[in-house]
């Protein structure tokens, strides 16, 4: 595990990783769009609105994946002290912020045509807010540690203590009469008709790698921000 | 034991322990964060009449009645068990329609009728294409679990 802590080893698989997983991201999400708007059927009651399924679902999908990617460093951070844990757990907050903006707005679009309103507080979406601002709350607490990158211990504790959210948001439907329906791909099969039900894996697929390309990348630029700030550290001491 | 073994074990616990605390917390609030009263959470609870409170549940198949004047609608709204009629003026959403779930805020009124001044229309889990509408697919529908949103 601790083979991958030398910056120099995780960059030589980081730098081709980020190329593949951007390419093939990207392919995905254009082929499984173009398949979600224009091939896929309308859906029997919400007609042409299902087509905000293919971006609502996977941005979804990934702000709880970046949390609970962000509670696992954490873990591995002050377990193992492993350091380029603390730097992916700090390269996710942004990306994983972007992403659960992105499912609270697509779903409040949604929510207009098909439910009636803009928006409501129902059990789901008042705990996808709050993870928002969970993201929001660990980014501020990374900035203000000052420490170059990594985080703080603290940061890391927040890490850890958010992702009691995460299942709740998961339960959220189950436990409360929310206006939110149930969940529709369980373990025992999915209540998405195959038609609509192959350009969202495909875009879910899509969007997870065109994240972890994200992630990689400002890793990779954390990385650099320290180096520079070693160097110059070095020059003033000369 | 090593002192990365103990952290680990240190953190392991605090997760464990914080999520349990979470969740016994929220499932403790079932009640309180409910988003809607249904039908016999109404009989059981007979909230007072005049009081606002929101009723959710599915619209009884053959039950929506159009008034003369156009804007108002009847409907009986069930949940399995119980039945509450209501009666809402106004435009109703794409999704109302008989056999699909409703959300309205409004109150009771002495009669038992549910006076609706909104109306949000509920989607169900289920998706389903245009053309395939009416074909039985029951086989295919039934959850229990959550495993994905």
């Known amino acids: ?238 | 034991m090593k002192a990365k073994h103990q952290r680990l074990t240190l953190a392991i616990l605090a997760l464990v322990a914080l999520v349990g605390a979470g969740l016994l917390a929220t499932f403790a609030l079932q009640d309180q964060a409910n988003y809607f009263y249904t039908p016999s959470d109404i009989v059981e609870k007979k909230p007072v009449a005049g009081k606002a409170i929101r009723l959710g549940g599915m619209v009884e198949e053959g039950s929506i009645r159009h008034e003369a004047d156009g804007v108002t609608v009847n409907f009986i709204v069930h949940d399995g068990t119980a039945q509450q009629p209501v009666i809402y003026t106004g435009i109703t959403p794409d999704l109302f329609v008989e056999g699909s779930g409703v959300v309205a805020d409004g109150k009771l009124t002495t009669d038992g009728t549910f006076m609706a001044e909104s109306l949000l229309a509920k989607h169900d889990e289920n998706y389903i294409p245009r053309e395939l509408e009416g074909i039985d697919m029951t086989g295919n529908m039934t959850k229990t679990d959550t495993l994905v949103e």
């Open chain 1, 1 to 238: 595990m601790h083979a991958y802590a030398n910056p120099t080893r995780f960059l030589s698989l980081a730098r081709p990783l980020t190329l593949w997983f951007l390419v093939i991201g990207l392919l995905l999400v254009v082929v499984g769009s173009a398949f979600g708007l224009f091939f896929a059927p309308a859906d029997r009651l919400m007609g042409d609105s299902v087509r905000i399924l293919y971006i609502h679902v996977p941005t979804v999908w990934l702000a709880m994946g970046g949390w609970t990617a962000i509670a696992i460093a954490s873990i591995v951070q002050i377990a193992w002290r492993h350091p380029l844990a603390a730097v992916a757990a700090r390269a996710v907050a942004v990306p994983g912020a972007l992403f659960t903006a992105l499912g609270l707005i697509t779903g409040s679009i949604w929510a207009r045509p098909t439910w009636g309103t803009w928006w409501v507080w129902d059990g789901r979406v008042t705990s996808v807010l709050v993870l928002f601002f969970l993201y929001l709350a660990y980014i501020a607490l990374a900035n203000a540690s000052g420490e170059k990158g990594g985080v703080s211990r603290v940061t890391a504790i927040f890490g850890i203590v958010g992702a009691v959210n995460i299942p709740i948001i998961n339960r959220s439907v189950v436990w409360w009469n929310s206006l939110h329906q149930k969940a529709s791909i369980t373990v025992s099969g999915s209540s998405i008709d195959a038609a609509f039900l192959w350009p969202l894996a495909i875009n879910v697929i899509g969007f997870s790698l065109v994240f972890g390309a994200i992630v990689l990348m400002r890793m990779r630029g954390i990385l650099a921000e320290t180096k520079v700030e070693a160097r110059l550290k070095r020059m003033a001491a000369e």
